[in-house]
């Protein structure tokens, strides 16, 4: 009988396996806030494989909820999910904190926008002159809210402590800040920079752990090192390609998406698969 997930979100499904849970990364992709109606096919799978790659990277910093990506350890009523393999995976169930953990270690995006304005990025006072794409003085924990639908809301550290306890606040704030060092210094010898990306934890026992995808495409700005130059936004290996696709249409950025044509999505794929390689050393048969 074919399970039912417990919980979907934009990109993957969740499952209840016993005390475990399966999370399951589809080749749906968003942007906007909005579920695109054309997938990206094997975009899934590398978007575990990555994942996988962080997790067993990152545990001298802080352990995570990976127990495994073969399906033949899963529960008995799972192992027939042949369409699961390379992209699905047992992990440990957490009590998830309420937050995005975002790290900026570039000016781009929401931040850009917000520094155009007012000079700051999440209220943070940044200095004057910066441009577009350029490296921050120094990372910047810039937490959101997680919400349900639509837009997550940035909000302050002291609002991130209100919501979840001063302790822990320092605690996801400093391991957010260790995490990001650690990737963006791997990544960059590897051809890649990771401008920002964000995190979430959660608690077992009482215990802090990595939680969701970790410094993905999908969770993360991935740029060219050989073709980045401040001014301007960059070539991208993450779905910005997609982002600045959709700007040139005349679409209002509600439901319902407009398709992607073939070539967007070919292109799409081939960015995420290059991105998996350079960062591992390895190629992905999809």
Not at 83 to 91: I, S
């Amino acid at each position: 009988m074919q399970q039912q997930p417990f919980r979907s979100g934009k990109v993957r499904d969740i499952y209840e396996a016993g005390d475990n849970l399966i999370i399951v990364a589809s080749d749906r992709i968003s942007a906007f806030d909005c579920i695109l109606p054309t997938p990206i096919t094997g975009k899934g799978k590398v978007l575990s494989s990555i994942s996988k790659f962080w997790f067993s990277q990152t545990t001298d910093i802080i352990l995570n909820h990976f127990i495994s990506d073969n399906v033949a350890d899963f529960p008995a009523e799972f192992k027939d999910q042949e369409d699961w393999v390379g992209r699905a995976m047992l992990v440990k169930r957490a009590q998830v904190l309420p937050i995005e953990c975002v790290v900026r270690g570039y000016l781009a995006g929401g931040g850009w926008k917000e520094y155009q304005t007012s000079g700051t990025v999440s209220g943070i006072g940044l200095p004057a002159g910066l441009q577009e794409s350029e490296q921050l003085p120094e990372p910047l924990f810039t937490p959101s809210t997680k919400a349900e639908s639509g837009h997550d809301e940035p909000i302050s550290f002291e609002q991130t402590a209100a919501l979840i306890g001063d302790e822990l606040a320092a605690q996801v704030k400093s391991t957010s800040l260790q995490l990001y060092s650690f990737a963006a210094n791997y990544a960059r010898e590897r051809g890649i920079i990771i401008a920002d990306t964000k995190f979430e934890f959660g608690l077992i026992d009482g215990k802090l752990i990595l939680v969701d995808e970790a410094l993905t495409p999908d969770s993360s700005r991935f740029w060219d090192v050989k073709k980045y130059q401040p001014g301007a936004s960059q070539d991208s290996f993450d779905k910005q390609f997609v982002r600045d696709y959709l700007e040139t249409l005349d679409w209002d950025k509600t439901p319902p998406a407009p398709p992607l044509p073939p070539e967007i999505m070919q292109r799409t794929l081939d960015k995420y698969l290059e991105a998996y390689t350079r960062l591992t050393g390895n190629t992905l048969e999809l």
